[in-house]
């Protein structure tokens, strides 16, 4: 079982502490009653004095209390269903990891919503008067919720679409790394400094994202290079595909692959296609790691590195250039 995060700790032991005070009130009221008097008195009439109504329903602090216990136990509950869905059940099905957190957390929230009317009717709301408090609710999100609505419904769209899904290697902006949670807000991306970015839900629904394992693990990877116009093709591809099935992270299937791109300005340009399942999250530590063992294999067989040169050609002028020998 994953462990309770502070704020549902907190919530527990509010929940706990206003339950156990009103449990002892309302089991010692005949006992309390005479020790305060008329104090007492006055307090019982405030917390039951209604501030307005509801559908018909007064609004007390009792009844908001009460409405906070309800509204905090719903949500451990669905949290520990959630929870019991992940770790028990899902796990046997044939789902993947995105799958099954996706499956869960929809029954989390329909276990929420399903509480929650249930709560309003067992509190005796006429829930056709909650009509104009939706009316009420719609203008809020329309002057300063538009943004946390469209985040949310933007998150019920990732979990029902799964156009990404928790364990997916995405690229969003400039982010790039690994969905490690899809919350009703926002999603969290871990990269590879170890770094959890929370990116609202709305920019994987209204930008471009690359999703690097939406179809499997497999990822091709460019490894680009240039030799020496003294180099043979021939054996700078076969040293080349000796460097990529020499590495313990390179796919023999799908095999990997050399194409010469062209002539340079001063080397014959080469690119190593390979292909990896491990090392899907470090492509620049494979790409270096390959460079390393390209450059010890161009050593062996003797391939140059060509850099950068230039020719300069100085043409014949008929003015006589004078020569001072100041020696």
Same mark, same amino acid.
């Given at each position: ?116 009317? %249930? ?44 156009? &990404? ?108 296609? %390979?292909?990896? %399942? ?15 063992? &390209? ?33």
């Amino acid at each position: 079982m994953k462990k309770l995060t502070t704020g549902t700790r907190i919530m527990i032991l509010l929940g706990v502490a206003i339950f156990a005070i009103l449990g002892i009130g309302f089991l010692a009221y005949e006992q309390i009653l005479p020790l305060f008097g008329d104090l007492n008195t006055r307090i019982i009439k405030a917390l039951n004095r209604p501030y307005f109504t509801i559908g018909g329903l007064p609004v007390t602090p009792v009844f908001l209390i009460k409405t906070f216990v309800y509204l905090t136990f719903l949500r451990i509950f669905s949290g520990m269903i959630r929870r019991f869905m992940e770790d028990r059940v899902l796990v046997r099905t044939s789902l993947n990891t995105g799958q099954q957190y996706a499956f869960a957390q929809i029954t989390a929230y329909l276990i929420f919503l399903f509480g929650l009317l %249930v709560g309003l009717q067992w509190a005796g709301v006429n829930m056709s008067s909650l009509v104009i408090l939706g009316g009420a609710l719609g203008i809020g999100i329309g002057f300063g919720l538009q943004n946390i609505a469209n985040n949310f419904v933007s998150g019920i769209v990732l979990l029902m679409e799964r156009p &990404i899904q928790v364990g997916d290697r995405v690229e969003v902006g400039n982010t790039n790394g690994d969905v490690v949670r899809i919350a009703a807000r926002s999603t969290w991306i871990r990269t590879n400094d170890n770094v959890v970015m929370i990116i609202p839900n709305s920019e994987f629904i209204n930008s471009h994202v690359t999703n690097w394992t939406a179809n499997d693990r497999q990822v091709r990877f460019a490894v680009p290079l240039g030799v020496s116009y003294k180099s043979d093709p021939e054996v700078v591809r076969d040293v080349l595909m000796e460097v990529a099935d020499k590495h313990p992270d390179v796919l023999t299937i799908p095999e990997p692959e050399v194409v010469f791109t062209g002539f340079g300005d001063s080397s014959l340009d080469f690119v190593l296609h %390979v292909w990896t %399942v491990t090392r899907v999250q470090y492509p620049r530590i494979l790409a270096s790691e390959i460079y390393f063992m &390209i450059f010890k294999a161009f050593k062996e067989h003797g391939i140059e590195i060509p850099f950068p040169q230039r020719d300069l050609h100085v043409k014949s002028v008929s003015v006589p250039i004078p020569v001072s020998n100041t020696g």
